[in-house]
């Protein structure tokens, strides 16, 4: 059978990349392969994100743009996942008659048959809610690795309700995958040559808590760094009023874990910290970052902020800026607010302007860019570990990751890839660090 094009698109957040992979090895067995050229595609999927209204804008656009090639060529099947087609569902067959199918974010198991039907020209949309603990058991498993660092997912969706966050309602409640699937996928990780496992769920420290007969995250840490080949742990997201005493301590006991973790504030003032609903103060977060770099010296610690919040007085945002200098964040992935439908602070009155959200957030980046470059520039002189991922931006390079997730480019073999090298930092730039093999 002559193999068909697919082109993916993936929008937003590792969860969907992770969708996205699977989704790949799942239509292989119906006759698709990836191929990243879109004019080539058999079928186009986009699987999107709506936890910001820019990359939901981003999403129609493209759809927009698709409706030239669907013209061009009646036998492409369109069709749309995520979360913009959790919250759409059958909307978006009505705003974009080219698009054929429509999928959710617990329905991956029904792409097969969804495609086999678009390719009869048939049009569907599948965003039923699957809520059980066996829901997870229904998405495909990544078929083959060809990379030395994957996706892990040990969890879907969220129980905390953020009042700004959409994140419950396109993901649904809040359900742990099971430990022993998730021991064997990372076996059979690691078998395939994967050296770096990533573990992802929208809240992993909370991983098990509604599941007695599970382990609780630190507990299934400590199981899957028991697993040979597995040589470095990684995990994202997690949640501030969930990171226990138990986690922290993996920092220090577990040499595989990773010194490095992505734990957002949001907010640095409590006035705004509450209306967010969050579940913690300002205090209590500063507490956790005291324990983890005490923990593990040296921690690289990234974070996420929001400008603009409904409500958000200067001194609010003072108190935001004040906590970034605190931390001492490698990086913060931060945005402007902005509202979205169905979330209970889409709601609050807006009593700042476009303007001046965007003020805001240039002083934040200011800042958040200088504190990056000089906690670079602190690695000048080191040896790091670093497991070589890829081929580097520039001709003779190889490029990887540290231990504290910091990106490292040096000149070395394409051979190297998959193993791991010491390497000399001998210069530090905005995004990334260059070095020499010792």
Same mark, same amino acid.
């Given at each position: 059978?002559?193999?068909?094009?697919?082109?993916?698109?993936?929008?937003?957040?590792?969860?969907?990349?992770?969708?996205?992979?699977?989704?790949?090895?799942?239509?292989?067995?119906?006759?698709?392969?990836?191929?990243? !050229? @879109? +004019? $080539? /595609?058999?079928?186009? &999927?986009?699987?999107?994100?709506?936890?910001?209204?820019?990359?939901? %804008?981003?999403?129609?656009?493209?759809?927009?743009?698709?409706? !030239? @090639? +669907? $013209? /061009?060529?009646?036998? &492409?099947?369109?069709?749309?996942?995520?979360?913009?087609?959790?919250? %759409?569902?059958?909307?978006?067959?009505?705003?974009?008659?080219? !698009?054929?199918?429509?999928?959710?974010?617990?329905?991956?198991?029904?792409?097969?048959?969804?495609?086999?039907?678009? %390719?009869?020209?048939?049009?569907?949309?599948?965003?039923?809610?699957?809520?059980?603990?066996?829901?997870?058991?229904?998405?495909?498993?990544?078929?083959?690795?060809?990379?030395?660092?994957?996706?892990?997912?040990?969890?879907?969706?969220?129980?905390?309700?953020?009042?700004?966050?959409?994140?419950?309602?396109?993901?649904?409640?809040?359900?742990?995958?099971?430990?022993?699937?998730?021991?064997?996928?990372?076996?059979?990780?690691?078998?395939?040559?994967?050296?770096?496992?990533?573990?992802?769920?929208?809240?992993?420290?909370?991983?098990?808590?509604?599941?007695?007969?599970?382990?609780?995250?630190?507990?299934?840490?400590?199981?899957?760094?028991?697993?040979?080949?597995?040589?470095?742990?990684?995990?994202?997201?997690?949640?501030?009023?969930?990171?226990?005493?138990?986690?922290?301590?993996?920092?220090?006991?577990?040499?595989?874990?990773?010194?490095?973790?992505?734990?957002?504030?949001?907010?640095?003032?409590?006035?705004?910290?509450?209306?967010?609903?969050?579940?913690?103060?300002?205090?209590?977060?500063?507490?956790?970052?005291?324990?983890?770099?005490?923990?593990?010296?040296?921690?690289?610690?990234?974070?996420?902020?929001?400008?603009?919040?409904?409500?958000?007085?200067?001194?609010?945002?003072?108190?935001?800026?004040?906590?970034?200098?605190?931390?001492?964040?490698?990086?913060?992935?931060?945005?402007?607010?902005?509202?979205?439908?169905?979330?209970?602070?889409?709601?609050?009155?807006?009593?700042?302007?476009?303007?001046?959200?965007?003020?805001?957030?240039?002083?934040?980046?200011?800042?958040?860019?200088?504190?990056?470059?000089?906690?670079?520039?602190?690695?000048?002189?080191?040896?790091?570990?670093?497991?070589?991922?890829?081929?580097?931006?520039?001709?003779?390079?190889?490029?990887?990751?540290?231990?504290?997730?910091?990106?490292?480019?040096?000149?070395?073999?394409?051979?190297?890839?998959?193993?791991?090298?010491?390497?000399?930092?001998?210069?530090?730039?905005?995004?990334?660090?260059?070095?020499?093999?010792?």
């Amino acid at each position: 059978m002559k193999s068909k094009n697919l082109y993916i698109e993936t929008f937003g957040c590792q969860m969907n990349v992770n969708d996205s992979e699977r989704i790949v090895s799942m239509l292989a067995d119906a006759g698709y392969s990836p191929d990243p !050229v @879109l +004019k $080539k /595609a058999d079928m186009i &999927l986009l699987n999107t994100c709506s936890v910001r209204g820019g990359a939901e %804008e981003r999403v129609y656009n493209r759809l927009e743009n698709l409706r !030239v @090639l +669907k $013209k /061009a060529n009646r036998r &492409l099947v369109i069709g749309v996942g995520g979360c913009v087609a959790q919250h %759409e569902g059958e909307l978006l067959l009505e705003k974009f008659p080219w !698009v054929d199918l429509v999928f959710g974010t617990h329905n991956l198991h029904l792409l097969p048959d969804m495609v086999k039907a678009a %390719e009869q020209g048939q049009r569907r949309s599948e965003t039923s809610f699957i809520d059980n603990d066996q829901r997870l058991e229904l998405f495909p498993a990544v078929q083959e690795s060809s990379r030395v660092s994957r996706f892990v997912t040990i969890m879907q969706g969220c129980d905390n309700f953020c009042s700004y966050c959409i994140v419950p309602f396109v993901r649904g409640r809040e359900v742990s995958r099971r430990s022993d699937e998730i021991r064997e996928e990372v076996r059979l990780l690691a078998e395939s040559g994967v050296k770096e496992i990533v573990l992802l769920g929208q809240n992993v420290n909370s991983y098990g808590l509604n599941t007695p007969d599970q382990p609780s995250f630190a507990g299934l840490i400590r199981q899957l760094a028991e697993i040979e080949g597995i040589r470095r742990i990684r995990f994202t997201t997690s949640h501030p009023k969930d990171m226990s005493d138990e986690l922290i301590a993996c920092f220090s006991d577990i040499p595989k874990v990773c010194g490095q973790i992505q734990l957002p504030a949001q907010s640095g003032s409590n006035a705004v910290l509450k209306r967010m609903n969050r579940g913690y103060t300002r205090e209590s977060y500063l507490d956790r970052i005291r324990a983890l770099k005490s923990a593990r010296p040296g921690i690289v610690i990234t974070g996420d902020m929001i400008v603009g919040f409904p409500g958000e007085t200067e001194e609010d945002f003072e108190q935001t800026m004040a906590l970034i200098e605190e931390v001492r964040y490698a990086d913060v992935y931060s945005f402007v607010y902005s509202p979205r439908p169905g979330t209970r602070a889409a709601e609050f009155p807006e009593e700042i302007t476009r303007e001046q959200k965007q003020e805001r957030l240039e002083r934040l980046l200011k800042v958040v860019r200088r504190i990056t470059l000089e906690i670079n520039s602190s690695f000048t002189g080191t040896i790091q570990s670093i497991l070589v991922e890829g081929l580097g931006k520039r001709p003779g390079q190889v490029s990887g990751r540290a231990d504290s997730g910091k990106t490292v480019n040096f000149i070395g073999s394409p051979d190297l890839i998959g193993s791991f090298v010491d390497v000399r930092i001998v210069a530090a730039y905005q995004n990334s660090l260059a070095g020499e093999i010792i």
